[in-house]
T-cell receptor, first 116, second 113 residues
């Protein structure tokens, strides 16, 4: 079973729309870490945010916000007033304490296309 | 400020050929890993290393070998390339802390014909 599920394969919006990318995870650990990465059309992978399992505070960074809910095992990412430059593939990842290595497992990614 | 350096950027192989994808990092990171990215499959872990001399298998290790003789280098070897290994390969590194994000190389696009 997938440990990180990004059910939205592709989302298409028009500029200035708000968009939420869903991430649902599965773990038995009480200590774990969640991440979001961005992969723009140029192909590089860029770290956006990390969150540990003991910190359920939502986070906002400019137009980006993240909603972490342990009750639903979700770590959703919202882009407010989307822009063409937000077009990218976004990956959610889970790093678990068990096993000791903290090598993350990635979801399959959501491709976001923002039309002008 | 080199970060994680992967070479080559592109490679075409014939079935059965062998090659090594190079990965080097200059951040003194303990952890290094290799992922492959295929359409619709996300990033899947091939092999990883938690320090020099220590390697372990990830989710899709078959057909690949790794070694970690130094902290800086983590090469990925394809012993006998197959068309199923056509993919984009990413090397990544991080500190050995529980919440350290990955630093990725720019990727190697490999085609096996």
């Amino acid at each position: 079973a997938q440990k990180v599920t990004q059910a939205q394969t592709e989302i298409s919006v028009v500029e200035k729309e708000d968009v939420t990318l869903d991430c649902v995870y599965e773990t038995r650990d009480t200590t774990y870490y969640l991440f979001w990465y961005k992969q723009p059309p140029s192909g590089e992978l860029v770290f956006l945010i990390r969150r540990n399992s003991f910190d359920e505070q939502n986070e906002i960074s400019g137009r980006y916000s993240w909603n972490f809910q342990k009750s639903t095992s979700s770590f959703n990412f919202t882009i407010t007033a989307s822009q063409v430059v937000d077009s990218a593939v976004y990956f959610c990842a889970l790093s678990e304490a068990s096993g000791g290595s903290y090598i993350p497992t990635f979801g399959r990614g959501t491709s976001l296309i923002v039309h002008p | 400020n080199a970060g994680v350096t992967q070479t080559p950027k592109f490679q075409v192989l014939k079935t059965g050929q062998s090659m090594t994808l190079q990965c080097a990092q200059d951040m003194n990171h303990e952890y290094m890993s290799w992922y492959r990215q295929d359409p619709g499959m996300g990033l899947r872990l091939i092999h990883y290393s938690v320090g020099a001399g220590i390697t372990d298998q990830g989710e899709v290790p078959n057909g690949y070998n790794v070694s970690r003789s130094t902290t800086e280098d983590f090469p990925l070897r394809l012993l006998s390339a197959a068309p199923s290994q056509t993919s984009v390969y990413f090397c990544a590194s991080s500190y050995a802390s529980d919440n350290s994000p990955l630093h990725f190389g720019n990727g190697t696009r490999l085609t096996v014909t």
